[in-house]
């Protein structure tokens, strides 16, 4: 079979979203096809975790994330598996910090999101593990958590295969064109030809897009997580330690134990730009050591040393706000960038896209997600990564 109603590029975080989304619709009548095999480290979208979260910097990205529950959820209930671990989480601040908190308050208080606002000794009374400054504050929000990032894209491409859909790996895409009211997908081994196409390729969205004489000013860099043992495991159980992000630079996070017999602990925006086909997976050690002294300052019971270190990808936009939209110049081409913070937001993503390739609409506000926006035309933008 070489023609399909739905045709996916890209088997990752969103792309393995969209094809079960559009399969739960159109069953055999989808297409998802990957360059590389499924599950693969070399993009952005596999590893034990990934924050999910509420707090964010404006109400509609608050309002998105409320969406984003109830679509984990569903899948939850579609595939009777869980993928989302609430451990509550801490967006910390000390003072001057290169990320204000107010904007987050504001933004849950106009969504009706509870959250509690705590000084330094506040937060070190309930988690002892914490080290922080007397000027520092936080704010804590109770859904917030883990979802499960390589489960839940095990479980998409499952769910999308029961459903009828047909998924190949290792297929490199050797032109994307639309005619004649159809896209065709030349790869390697075949031709394939559709109604609609979604680009959900990540690092590599540029080269794809450039087959429809497309391309976008997209940053990809080079980021890593480092997973450290703790001398006390009891004390970072996902039941007595949270989610946390410190919001100033350089910008960490990290998560209780899961997925590994250690604590993760990440640097956001390394600001190493790289090519994706030719990048290191190597971890970097003054990467490493960046983690390392921020934990010994704050986190002093993390120096039992490093279990494991990792690397991945961001896909960034000049704004850091993402891409859900029709390709410019094109009918039936949709494509999304997840500017690296999407995975929370991947199966909403993902059913957004087929909505939009399928009905023309959404019931969402992507307006801030334009594909045509200024600075995504600008060759030259100012870049600002810190949301």
């Known amino acids: 079979m070489t023609d399909y109603r739905f045709i996916v590029l890209g088997l990752g975080g969103i792309g393995s979203a969209a094809t079960y989304w559009a399969s739960r619709q159109l069953g055999d009548e989808v297409l998802g096809i990957e360059q590389f095999s499924l599950g693969h480290p070399n993009g952005g979208s596999e590893d034990h975790s990934r924050i999910i979260r509420l ?39 000390p003072q001057q910090a290169a990320i204000g908190l107010d904007d987050f308050r504001a933004s849950l208080a106009a969504c009706d999101v509870p959250f509690d606002d705590l000084t330094a000794s506040e937060v070190m009374a309930e988690w002892p593990q914490w080290h922080l400054p007397e000027d520092a504050t ?35 895409i050797l032109s994307v064109s639309e005619h004649d009211g159809e896209v065709i997908v030349t790869t390697t081994e075949r031709r394939y030809s559709a109604e609609s196409l979604i680009i959900a390729a990540g690092a590599w969205s540029n080269q794809v897009l450039g087959h429809l004489g497309v391309t ?16 006390s495991p009891e004390a970072f159980a996902p039941d007595r330690f949270p989610v946390w992000i410190w919001m100033t630079l350089p910008a960490l996070y990290g998560f209780p134990i899961f997925g590994e017999p250690a604590a993760k602990v990440a640097w956001d ?55 859900i939209d029709r390709v410019p110049g094109t009918d039936r081409v949709f494509t999304a960038i997840g500017a690296g913070h999407a995975y929370k937001f991947a199966s909403l993503i993902g059913s957004i896209l087929v909505d939009l390739a ?24 100012v870049r600002n990564y810190l949301i």
């Open 358 to 381: 399928i009905d023309g609409t959404t019931g969402h506000d992507i307006s801030p997600f334009r594909s045509d926006r200024a600075i995504l035309r600008d060759p030259n933008p």
């Open 138 to 172: 936080a704010l804590y929000q109770a859904q917030t958590g883990i979802v499960m990032a390589s489960k839940a894209n095990t479980v998409h491409r499952d769910l999308a295969r029961r459903n009828g859909a047909r998924l190949l790996e290792n297929q490199e």
């Open 216 to 231: 976008f000013p997209l940053e990809v860099t080079l980021e890593q997580v480092v997973y450290l043992k703790p001398q």
């Open 269 to 323: 925006r390394c600001e190493i730009v790289t090519d994706p086909d030719s990048r290191s997976h190597a971890p970097r050690t003054d990467v490493t050591s960046t983690i390392e002294q921020f934990t010994a300052a704050h986190l002093p019971d993390l120096n039992g040393g490093v279990h494991l270190a990792k690397t991945c990808l961001y896909t960034l936009t000049p704004d850091r706000d993402f891409v």
């Open 55 to 93: 707090s964010y910097h404006t109400p509609g990205y608050v309002r998105l994330a409320q969406s984003a529950y109830d679509s984990w959820v569903a899948v939850e209930q579609d595939s009777q598996e869980q993928l989302i671990l609430r451990t509550g989480g801490l967006d910390l601040a």
